[in-house]
T-cell receptor, first 112, second 116 residues
């Protein structure tokens, strides 16, 4: 069964460092998403991406965050200058049409 | 604003017993509703979805959910729990249209334990 793959599974970084989380969506999917889950809290929508541009973003997705689809297969989330509160599990998802999302296993980010 | 409330952060049942996980939603427009399951160290897997067709929705692994508009509920049930059902379950609502339909609002999750 096709799956969304995310790397790394766990990353530890120092506050202020840049982090790039990578995702390989399912190959025929057109919509791409990032969500995050801070420990003990809800899974929260960050951003959706379609047709090579951001289609929607939440209030969380400020100027420190950016997304890119640098080639035909990868979808990345960059955090420019990490803060302690960015520590969370980040989930990538993709969908063929809208609203039936397939999620990856997540990338755990720990900011020290 | 849309929201989802899952009653009970932790539910424990015996193997073979009924599973009932509760979800209530708030939405000013007809919602799309979902249940996802997360096994340890894995991603969120879609169990079932309601998209305004039949109100009783059947999903994978013997789970089903009933959309009740009058109660704004979408509770998840399974007649007989199995040990392999132990996981965390998330209810989610989507009220966007077009490209916004992937903007899901999740509940806090309910961790299901199954006792032998």
């Amino acid at each position: 069964e096709p799956e969304v793959t995310q790397t790394p599974s766990h990353q530890v970084t120092q506050m202020g460092q840049e982090v790039i989380l990578r995702c390989v969506p399912i190959s025929n999917h057109l919509y791409f998403y990032w969500y995050r889950q801070i420990l003990g809290q809800k899974v929260e929508f960050l951003v959706s991406f379609y047709n090579n541009e951001i289609s929607e973003k939440s209030e969380i997705f400020d100027d420190q965050f950016s997304v890119e689809r640098p080639d035909g297969s990868n979808f990345t989330l960059k955090i420019r200058s990490t803060k302690l509160e960015d520590s969370a599990m980040y989930f990538c998802a993709s969908s063929e049409g809208a609203n039936v999302l397939t999620f990856g296993a997540g990338s755990r980010l720990t900011v020290l | 604003a849309q929201s989802v409330t899952q009653l009970g952060s932790h539910v424990s049942v015996s193997e073979g017993a009924l599973v009932l996980l509760r979800c209530n939603y708030s939405s000013s427009v007809p919602p799309y509703l979902f249940w996802y399951v997360q096994y340890p160290n894995q991603g969120l897997q879609l169990l079932l979805k309601y998209t305004s067709a039949a109100t009783l929705v059947k999903g994978i692994n013997g789970f089903e959910a009933e959309f009740k508009k009058s109660e704004t509920s979408f509770h998840l049930t399974k007649p007989s729990a199995h040990m392999s059902d132990a996981a965390e379950y998330f209810c989610a609502v989507s009220v966007g249209y077009g490209g916004s339909q992937g903007n899901l609002i999740f509940g806090k999750g309910t961790k299901l334990s199954v006792k032998p």
